[in-house]
């Protein structure tokens, strides 16, 4: 969980794991962005629908293979079920939302944070995220570890 001075920084953030994403940089597993209003409201969006998603695909493959038989509604129903259930395993422990809303309901109005369950990333992704100075709310690191990432981040040498 990374805080951020604004929801448009957090934004920009969220997009650059996105990029480095594609690149195969980072391997996401799932990912939130959530902000506190400067009324006080926290918003919370869930940025990755991995179900719905496999659920898509699957339809589009198995009515492609149903066409085959003749029978393409029975593909897209099957295609889009059995999608469903691997986007399910995809993400074996998604983000909680009801943790990303108490931690968010913490910020403080006008600042946001990026929620990111990460299962592989290259150094180079600490390089790019350094530039928006990013406060480390919590990591499931060792102490160690989560100590260098901090360092890392506020571009101090990690080796002790």
Do not use: K
């Amino acid at each position: 969980m990374l805080e951020f001075d604004s929801r448009q920084q957090a934004e920009e953030v969220w997009a650059r794991c996105q990029r480095m994403s594609r690149a195969g940089t980072i391997n996401l597993a799932d990912e939130a962005l959530a902000w506190r209003d400067d009324d006080g409201t926290v918003q919370v969006r869930h940025l990755t629908h991995r179900t719905r998603s496999a659920a898509l695909s699957g339809a589009a493959c198995g009515s492609a293979v149903g066409a085959l038989f003749l029978a393409p509604m029975v593909g897209l129903l099957v295609g889009a079920g059995c999608g469903a259930i691997a986007g399910r395993l995809l993400v074996t422990e998604p983000i909680d939302g009801a943790m990303v809303r108490r931690v968010v309901g913490c910020l403080q109005p006008g600042r946001a944070a990026v929620f990111l369950l990460v299962r592989r990333s290259h150094p180079a992704v600490v390089d790019a995220l350094r530039e928006y100075r990013p406060m480390v709310i919590r990591t499931s690191l060792s102490p160690e570890r989560e100590g260098a990432l901090i360092r890392a981040l506020r571009g101090e040498p990690t080796a002790r």
